[in-house]
Structure formats: C-alpha cells, structure tokens
Nanobody, 126 residues
C-alpha cells in the first residue's frame, strides 16, 4: 500500500509558476505509474498528467500540454508537477495518485488510479 501526501500549492498570479510535490511512502513506490489530477469547485476530478514507473513515459491533458511537466525521483519516493504559465482556469485542488489498473497509460482516467492523497489547493488569481 502506497500513501501519498501532496504539498506546494498556493496563490499565484496569472502567468506565474508553481511546483507541486507528492511524497510517497512504501517500498513498492518504484513499481507504480503515477498521476496528477485536479478538481475545481462544482466539477468532476480530471486527469492532468501521468508518468510511468521508471519515469521514461509521460502523458498530459491537452489543457496543460506545453505548460506542465510531471517528473519523479524514485530514490526519494517523490513525484512532482511543475506548472508554468498558469491560468485562472487551472485553479483547483490537485491530487496525486497511484495507477491501480493495467492498460494504456495514454488513456488514463480517474478510474485507473487509487491511493489518493489529501490534495493541495492551487489558486490562480490577480
């Protein structure tokens, strides 16, 4: 069982940057694909980015492609989400999660992930 704790959220102006961190506990962390998701008020949780277990493959939602970068450090049991050129529509609670199903990483959805962290709030506003 992997337990996850997100951090790094906050208030940022449009066009600004933030880096979110996700600390994972559990010796099997390196076996899992990982993902970042977000949920805005009144909306469903949506996929943001995913990274393969060895960090060699990444996929992004179209809405964040070119602006966000997912990465991981397996030696430190950490997953990161670097967010640049932030927009007000990026405002949400951001969650990291463990991929718990097999299948195509490129078609990741909420239902493919589990062991959700508590989330970290990102607010983009002037």
């Amino acid at each position: 069982q992997v337990q996850l704790v997100e951090s790094g959220g906050g208030l940022v102006s449009p066009g600004g940057s933030l880096t979110l961190s996700c600390a994972a506990s559990g010796r099997t962390f390196t076996y899992y694909h990982m993902g970042w998701f977000r949920q805005a008020p009144g909306k469903e949780r949506e996929f943001v980015a995913t990274i393969s277990a060895n960090g060699g493959i990444t996929y992004y939602a179209d809405s964040v492609k070119g602006r966000f970068t997912i990465s991981r450090d397996n030696a430190k049991n950490m997953v990161y989400l670097q967010m640049n050129s932030l927009k007000p529509e990026d405002t949400a609670v951001y969650y990291c999660a463990v991929r718990v199903t097999a299948g195509n990483l490129a078609r990741s959805t909420v239902h493919d992930f589990g062991s959700w962290g508590q989330g970290t709030q990102v607010t983009v506003s002037s």
